[in-house]
Every structure is written in structure tokens, then in C-alpha cells.
């Protein structure tokens, strides 16, 4: 669950970035098809980016997962106070959200198709041509143009339009477009991309009207008169699409530089810098066994280390376990790792090595009884002692509805990469 949703923040990052770059360099280039194909492969691009993971040549310290040892006698008196659910209710929203979009596309579609199927069909220049006795915006969808009977006699241009959007395979593209806005129906700069993108198949449907000769005047007049109408279909393509401004603006403009289609390759070291600041580094694995031999504890089905103290609890029989920021131990960990510094003389001596700190979580969730288990160099381990005594409160462990000490052996390794 906790990974599915930094998926989702990770990919929505990209997603934004791109967007915003789209938005504000290529939006208002004449590359109309080449803009199609590069939003959309970018959107896809931003979906696998977060699985890609890169490795630096900089300093880095590496902490090992932790290895969780005994609990102590639980504290009488207390009361217990269970966490908000949080990850449970983002999940929630999100799968609402989801739901809402995925809802508000299937009634477009069944309206649309319910008015395809009232309209009297023809085969016509490779389409399926659904004729309306009352006067309807006009609009395309896959194979389909629905027009008015009117508009057919006395406005052909409108049918060249809509026949460019057929042509073009545009109803394509909007479905292609959504699942990226199922997945990020809370980002604002994916919806207004879904309309930039229509934006850009009017650009090239008007285009395509221009090269088959009608007189560009008198159809931006045409245009201007049809602006009234309202898009009924969020699915679909039509000639009485909102910004009109933009259109026959985009019509008098001149053909972009050819220059201009390698403004794309700017993003790539951009998307770079962000794909090293978002890939936290890998956890060592390895450090784990030393923990054990260290401690020498007896391993149980969770993956953990328990050790038996006077009064003993065994950490599997806990009812609640100690969570991190509404996470699981190893939470901790990367909280761990954002926050120690490699000391700099350190580095420069190119010392590393694995240092062993034990601390215990008290029944108020605070960090305490830090110790050294085993050290490195004095600046080594002070600054791992510094961080876990830095701990901002954990939510404790409980056992029978009362908080539970926990005790924690936490191995540091320092790696120069």
C-alpha cells in the first residue's frame, strides 16, 4: 500500500514536471502531430520513470534494515491510543477519486452512443456518417461524425472537420490519455493537458480543413459563429471546441522553426536531476546477520530478533506493533538515512565500516537509552549515536491494550561509493 501510493506521488512528480515544460515551451508550436505523440509517450515515459533507478558516485551512507530486540514489562496505568489509519484513508480517497473519473467517462459514452444510435447512419468517405434532424453541435468519435442535417447542406465545412479528426485517429489519442488521468485524477496539470491535447487535435483538424482549399476567412467566420454551442462530450472531438481564440490564432501563425522540436531534449537532464534526488539508496541487506551474530538472538516468523529479558515478552506476540511515522521499522531506517552526515574527515581518511547502536522505545513513543554497541572511530559513531537520539516519537508497542517498551539494535554501515 505505502509503495503503491509513493508510485503514485513519484510518477505524478514527473508527470507535472513534463507537463509544465509542455505547457509552457511546446504549447503554442505549429508541431501539432509531433505534439501528440510526444505527450503521450512522455505520460507513459513518467509512468516507468519511478521504477528506473540510478546510482551516484557521491558519498553515501547506507543503513541496514533494523533488527528489533525484546520487549520489556509493560507500564499499568495507561491508556491505549490508536493512530489514524492514515494510509488506509489516502487509499480510500484515492480509489474514490479513481471511481468518480472512471463514472463520469462511462456516462459520457453511454449518452454519446445513445445519440449515435438515434441518428439516421451512412457510409461516407470511409466514416460512418449519423445524420440529426435537430440542430446539434456536431462531433467525431472513432469512426463516427454526428452532424445536424443542416449543418451537412449548408456548412460542409464542419463534416471536412470532423472528418479530419476521423482521419487522424484523435478519439484515439483521448483514450490512450486515460488511464494517465485515472491515475492522477488529483492533479490539476493533467486535466488541463487533456485539454491541450484536444486543443491540438483542433489545431490539426483546422489545418487539414485550410489544405483541402476552403477559404480560410470565411471558415474562422463560420467558426465564430458556431461558438455558441456547448462540448457535450468530454470523449469526443468537435468543431464548436472552446477556445476559438487560440484556434484562428494558430491559424495565422507562421510554421514553428524546425529548431523548435529539439526544445524536448532540454527535459532530459531536468527529469535526470529528479530521478537522483527521488531514488533514496539501497539498504544493505548484509548487515542484518552481523546484527544477529552480535546479539546472538533467537529469529522468529516476522523476521525479527527477540531476546528474553526478567519478565519477557515475546515481540511475536505483540498486538500492536511500534510503527514509525504511521510505518513499519524500517521506516525508520530511511528516516535514519536522510538525516546522518558522513563526517568529513572520514571521508577524507576513507574510513567506513558498521556501527552498533542500541536504544529502547519507551510506552511515550520517545527515543531513549541510546548506546554504543560497537564503534568505528569517534566520529562515526557519535554521529550515529546524534541521529538516533534525534528519534522524533514513535507510536510504541502495545500488548493487551497497554504500551510496551521496545528495545532496538540498529546497525549503521558507512560506505564510500
Same mark, same amino acid.
Not at 513534463?18 to 511546446?26: D, E, P, R
Not at 548487515?287 to 531476546?307: D, L, M
Not at 531513549?368 to 546524534?386: P, S
Given at each position: ?262 526544445s524536448y531534449l532540454a527535459l532530459i537532464p531536468v527529469l535526470a536531476v529528479f530521478m537522483f534526488a527521488c531514488n533514496n539508496p539501497k539498504k544493505n541487506k548484509k548487515a542484518a546477520p552481523e ?35 504511521? #510505518? &513499519?521499522?524500517? +521506516?525508520? =531506517?530511511?528516516?535514519?538515512? $536522510?538525516?546522518?552526515?558522513?563526517? @568529513?574527515?572520514?571521508?577524507? *581518511? !576513507? ?26 572511530? #569517534? &566520529?562515526?559513531? +557519535?554521529? =550515529?549515536?546524534?541521529?538516533? $537520539?534525534?528519534?522524533?516519537?514513535? @507510536?510504541?508497542?502495545?500488548? *493487551? !491494550? ?16
Amino acid at each position: 500500500m505505502t509503495a503503491f501510493l509513493l508510485y503514485i506521488a513519484r510518477a505524478g512528480l514527473y508527470l507535472s514536471l513534463f507537463y509544465a515544460f509542455y505547457l509552457l515551451v511546446m504549447r503554442r508550436t505549429t508541431f501539432f502531430r509531433l505534439n501528440r505523440v510526444l505527450l503521450l509517450a512522455g505520460s507513459y515515459l513518467c509512468l516507468v520513470l519511478p521504477f528506473i533507478r540510478l546510482r551516484t558516485v557521491s558519498t553515501s551512507i547506507a543503513v541496514s534494515e533494523l533488527s528489533m530486540v525484546g520487549v520489556g514489562i509493560p507500564s499499568a496505568g495507561q491508556t491505549f491510543q490508536a493512530g489514524l489509519p492514515w494510509k488506509e484513508i489516502l487509499l480510500a480517497l484515492y480509489a474514490a477519486g479513481v471511481l468518480v473519473t472512471l463514472v463520469l467517462y462511462v456516462v459520457s459514452v453511454c449518452k454519446m452512443t445513445r445519440l449515435i444510435r438515434s441518428g439516421e447512419i451512412a457510409e461516407r468517405d470511409c466514416c460512418r456518417l449519423v445524420i440529426l434532424e435537430q440542430d446539434l453541435p456536431s462531433f467525431s468519435w472513432g469512426r463516427y461524425i454526428v452532424i445536424g442535417r443542416k449543418d451537412l447542406e449548408q456548412n460542409p465545412a464542419i463534416f471536412t472537420h470532423e472528418l479530419m479528426h476521423v482521419q487522424h485517429r484523435h478519439s484515439l489519442d483521448l483514450i490512450l490519455f486515460l488511464p494517465v488521468q485515472l491515475l492522477f485524477w488529483w492533479d490539476p496539470l493533467v486535466w488541463i493537458t487533456r485539454e491541450t491535447l484536444r486543443l491540438v487535435h483542433e489545431y490539426e483538424a483546422d489545418e487539414g480543413v485550410l489544405q483541402k482549399g476552403i477559404d480560410a476567412t470565411q471558415y474562422q467566420l463560420l467558426l465564430v459563429r458556431k461558438a455558441v454551442g456547448n462540448q457535450r462530450f468530454s470523449l469526443a472531438s468537435g468543431f464548436q471546441h472552446a477556445n476559438l481564440k487560440n484556434r484562428i490564432a494558430m491559424m495565422l501563425k507562421p510554421t514553428s522553426s524546425r529548431w523548435m522540436r529539439w526544445s524536448y531534449l532540454a527535459l532530459i537532464p531536468v527529469l535526470a536531476v529528479f530521478m537522483f534526488a527521488c531514488n533514496n539508496p539501497k539498504k544493505n541487506k548484509k548487515a542484518a546477520p552481523e546484527a544477529q551474530e552480535q546479539e546472538a538472538p533467537a529469529a522468529n516468523p516476522a523476521g525479527y530478533t527477540v531476546t528474553v529479558t526478567d519478565e519477557p515478552v515475546s515481540f511475536s506476540e505483540i498486538e500492536v506493533k511500534p510503527t514509525f511515522n504511521g #510505518e &513499519d521499522a524500517n +521506516a525508520f =531506517a530511511l528516516w535514519a538515512n $536522510s538525516q546522518i552526515k558522513y563526517p @568529513e574527515q572520514a571521508k577524507a *581518511d !576513507g574510513v567506513e565500516g558498521r556501527v552498533m547502536v542500541k536504544f529502547t522505545i519507551g510506552t511515550d513513543g520517545a527515543v531513549r537509552d541510546v548506546q554504543l554497541l560497537r564503534g568505528v572511530r #569517534e &566520529d562515526l559513531d +557519535a554521529e =550515529a549515536v546524534r541521529v538516533v $537520539s534525534s528519534s522524533p516519537k514513535w @507510536e510504541p508497542g502495545m500488548q *493487551d !491494550g497497554k504500551p510496551v517498551p521496545v528495545s532496538f539494535t540498529f546497525p549503521v554501515l558507512y560506505k564510500l561509493q
